[in-house]
């Protein structure tokens, strides 16, 4: 859901940035931003930046350089973006430094090859041998990177942002926003036409979003409220957020189940299904009576009629997710220092979907036929051997794409041929995992639930648990595989 409804675009910029690549007019207003690196986001502003040269070209310096932090134990990183984000940065950063008049063309070309091994592409693009880039990445980026660190660190930016002249730029990061306020700093003789769209009150969008009225979680999700309104933005959106004990006696909501919460809907209209095809062609907007309603629990919520679980953790994984297994590893790490609070056990669940048909029970996971066999052996371990199921994944997560699982579970101290001949009980346990999960509509891997029912994606978002202070996440990438 967030690829198509999260349209705020995660970008920044430093006033200090050098001159923009290609440009000698002093006179030209400055364009500066910064991308976090292998950000999806990132590389969807850069094409809105190219297009906007395109219908004004040659009339802005733009400059372009990727974020890069620091943690206080000194560890850099690109932001969310996990260890090819960072290289991604210290590449960009090499290009900035010894190719600056090839370095717009390099992160446009990386902006359409955004595959790990799409710099290559971006690389030739820009006319740089990516043979003599790699060895000047190898020599340089080290340096680099911590002088970007330190200027950012000096000017006290900490996340994405974009300036205009020196000015941020607070507006909405779509095409014609900001063409339009590209266009609003340059001379009248310099600017090119924006036709106005005449708008009808019927094509008006509403947009409710329900929300617990306990403290803590069940708030609004600022990213999906503002893409929602940034999709719609057309449509003159009204916006309204309501507390769920006024919600629930309201008319409109009458056909509508708001268990999960933040509950976001749309008041339909032709017009506004029109805009909105995509999403509900593929299932992300449901129409309930008149109200077209976001279906997602992938994302920070509660589930309001969920009875409480003292103390209890559940852990949705896909056996074969790098995320998955990382968050798997956290447990383990944390588990052996002592960081993880010693009154909260962890339950691993599954994300498979299974399937009846004339064969009998059927499964597909998204890294295929080894991830939902794996996944059926950690449940048989974890009946017959709990007490080493964590031992068990301490060796198998060392290569956990090996066929060679056998190894694993005889280091664990697991008897092979137990879980070899428990094979089909154990797609019976996956089988029951794979509707539990399906009942709560979690499809990304690594997904939390807390207590039964707070769900929280990501690992990063153990931080937001009381009891978790201690816990150490260096090291691991914030992000998620999703079916």
Not at 19 to 28: M, V
Not at 129 to 143: N, Q, S, W
């Amino acid at each position: 859901m967030k690829k198509l409804l999260a349209a705020c675009v995660c970008i920044f910029a430093v006033a200090s940035v050098s001159p923009g690549y290609g440009a000698t007019a002093a006179e030209k207003p400055r364009i500066d931003l910064y991308v976090e690196a292998t950000s999806q986001n990132s590389w969807q502003m850069l094409l809105i930046l190219n297009a906007v040269e395109t219908r004004l070209p040659g009339r802005f310096r733009f400059a372009v350089a990727p974020l890069v932090l620091k943690d206080p134990a000194g560890v850099y990183s690109a932001g969310g973006t996990g260890p090819d984000g960072l290289e991604e940065a210290g590449r960009m950063l090499t290009v900035k430094k010894l190719y600056p008049e090839r370095m717009w063309n390099y992160i446009v070309g990386r902006s359409m090859s955004p595959w790990s091994d799409g710099w290559r592409d971006a690389a030739q693009f820009a006319g740089i041998d990516p043979v003599k880039l790699e060895a000047d990445v190898a020599r340089t980026a080290k340096t680099e990177l911590a002088e970007a660190n330190e200027k950012q660190e000096r000017i006290g930016i900490k996340f994405p942002m974009l300036f205009i002249n020196d000015m941020p730029y607070s507006g909405e990061y779509g095409l014609i926003p900001l063409l339009t306020a590209f266009n609003e700093i340059l001379p009248k003789a310099k600017r090119c036409t924006i036709p106005k769209i005449e708008f009808s009150e019927k094509d008006r969008a509403y947009i409710y979003v329900v929300v617990s009225d306990e403290d803590g979680f069940g708030k609004e999700d600022p990213q999906l409220s503002g893409g929602l309104k940034r999709l719609l933005k057309a449509h003159k959106p009204e916006y309204s957020a309501i507390p769920y004990s006024k919600a629930s006696g309201m008319a409109q909501f009458k056909d509508v189940d708001m268990n999960f919460l933040p509950f976001y809907a749309i008041r339909y209209n032709p017009a506004v299904a029109k805009t909105l095809a995509y999403p509900i062609k593929n299932g992300l907007l449901v129409r309930r009576g008149e109200l077209l309603v976001v279906n997602d629990t992938s994302r920070a919520g509660v589930f309001v009629s969920r009875p409480k679980a003292e103390k209890q953790l559940e852990l949705f994984v896909m056996a074969q997710c790098p995320f998955g297994v990382q968050a798997l590893d956290a447990v383990i790490e944390n588990r052996k220092d002592k960081t993880w609070p010693e009154d909260v056990p962890v339950r691993v669940h599954y994300i498979v979907t299974a399937s009846t048909g004339p064969k009998g029970v059927t499964f597909d996971s998204l890294h295929g036929t080894a991830e939902w066999e794996e996944a059926v052996r950690q449940l048989l371990i974890n009946e017959k051997y709990p007490e080493k199921f964590w031992d068990y994944l301490t060796q198998r997560n060392k290569d956990y794409r090996s066929s060679l699982w056998e190894a694993a579970a005889e280091k664990a101290g697991i008897a092979v041929a137990d879980i070899q001949a428990g094979f089909e009980h154990g797609k019976t346990l996956l089988e029951r995992d794979a509707a539990y999960v399906g009942g709560l509509g979690i499809g990304a891997s690594p997904t939390l639930v807390w207590e039964g029912r707070v769900i929280l994606p990501g690992l990063d978002s153990l931080k937001k648990l009381p009891g978790f202070e201690k816990i150490k996440l260096t090291g691991k990438a914030d992000g998620s595989c999703s079916n």
